[in-house]
């Protein structure tokens, strides 16, 4: 999902020694990454209110701001720290369009909402051991809306954990820095999601087998 983090390094490097090409090139690279994430993250019922590319322009004209700031003491990757300001500012889009949702908008975890796409049916499918085929067309759909209603009987952190590192494409290590949590720690947490989604996929689908 995010460019290629040698390429990013050598941007920063030359960021930091004033390049202005090399801070546009920089953002723009990340610009498909950020959309994406807005996209998947911000409230169905407010994307139809308020435009997707409004919220990536917020978040990489806020990055813009404190890029300095960030060169002068990266905590943490370039594309983490950018996704934690995207994560900022779609906080604060819910708050401010006071949308109706499922989740109370005003926690701090922002809403996880993943689209039908080629993530979702390859974690279907690694969790129910099936081939992405054409013959198994008809029962994915069957099991991807099952799933949907698997992820959303998660609770919020085994629900963000399935998210980061299936459809952010996340590694370990990143998600462990992002929720400030330990590498053995964010492991176990993505391996207890994991377990009980197949668990809640497993009983969806033989209710459906049984009705």
Not at 2 to 30: M, N, S, V, Y
Not at 68 to 85: C, G, N, T, V
Not at 109 to 117: I, K, L, N, R
Request: proline fraction near 3%; charge should be neutral; charged fraction near 30%.
């Amino acid at each position: 999902m995010w460019p290629e983090a040698e390429t990013t390094k050598a941007l920063l490097a030359a960021a930091r020694e004033g390049d202005p090409q090399a801070i546009d090139q920089l953002f723009d690279r990340h610009r498909d990454a950020v959309r994406r994430l807005v996209h998947m993250r911000l409230d169905r019922k407010l994307q139809r209110r308020l435009d997707v590319s409004d919220v990536v322009q917020e978040v990489l004209l806020t990055a813009s701001r404190r890029l300095e700031k960030y060169l002068d003491d990266p905590a943490m990757p370039f594309h983490l720290w950018l996704r934690h300001i995207a994560k900022d500012r779609i906080i604060d889009a819910h708050r401010r369009h006071r949308v109706s949702a499922k989740r109370s908008i005003d926690r701090e975890q922002y809403a996880a909402a993943p689209t039908q796409d080629h993530s979702t049916h390859q974690l279907v499918a690694e969790l129910c051991d099936q081939e992405l085929t054409p013959a198994a067309a008809a029962s994915m759909r069957e099991l991807v809306q099952s799933f949907e209603l698997a992820l959303e009987q998660l609770d919020d952190q085994d629900r963000e954990i399935v998210v980061m590192r299936h459809y952010e494409y996340l590694t370990n290590a990143e998600v462990a820095l992002a929720l400030s949590l330990s590498e053995p720690a964010a492991s176990m947490r993505h391996l207890r999601a994991m377990r009980r989604l197949k668990t809640l996929l497993g009983s969806a689908s033989g209710e459906s087998r049984r009705s």
